[in-house]
Nanobody, 130 residues
Framework: QVQLVESGGGLVQAGGSLRLSCAAS????????MGWFRQAPRKEREFVAA???????????YYADSVKGRFTISRDNAENTVYLQMNSLKPEDTAVYYC????????????????????WGQGTQVTVSS
């Protein structure tokens, strides 16, 4: 089992920034690809960003087109934490953001896997006001 706990959400004005964190526990963190997804009201959960499982090298990333150039995903294996730095936020970024983990796949694989990822956090609300 892997437990995931997100934090860092909140209310921000358009153009502002937030950094989300996802703390993982339970298994060898570096064996898991990590991803961020989001779900806005009355919409399906969608992929945002992912980072490779990392056995000590690599760390390739993959992003949804809607966030490319504005969001950055990173991981700290020593701290068992994955981050999502969100800059130039827009009202359409408003959603509940979820952290996900799946073993031994690439970042692009996490995007393809989508909601079938094995482990999920409880989500953190991000609200961007115009």
């Amino acid at each position: 089992q892997v437990q995931l706990v997100e934090s860092g959400g909140g209310l921000v004005q358009a153009g502002g920034s937030l950094r989300l964190s996802c703390a993982a526990s339970g298994r060898t963190f570096s064996n898991y690809a990590m991803g961020w997804f989001r779900q806005a009201p009355r919409k399906e959960r969608e992929f945002v960003a992912a980072i490779n499982w990392n056995g000590g090298i690599g760390g390739n990333t993959y992003y949804a087109d809607s966030v490319k150039g504005r969001f950055t995903i990173s991981r700290d294996n020593a701290e068992n934490t994955v981050y999502l730095q969100m800059n130039s936020l827009k009202p359409e970024d408003t959603a509940v953001y979820y952290c996900a983990a799946h073993p031994l796949i690439t970042a692009q694989g996490m995007a393809v896997l989508g909601i079938k990822a094995r482990y999920w956090g409880q989500g953190t609300q991000v609200t961007v006001s115009s």
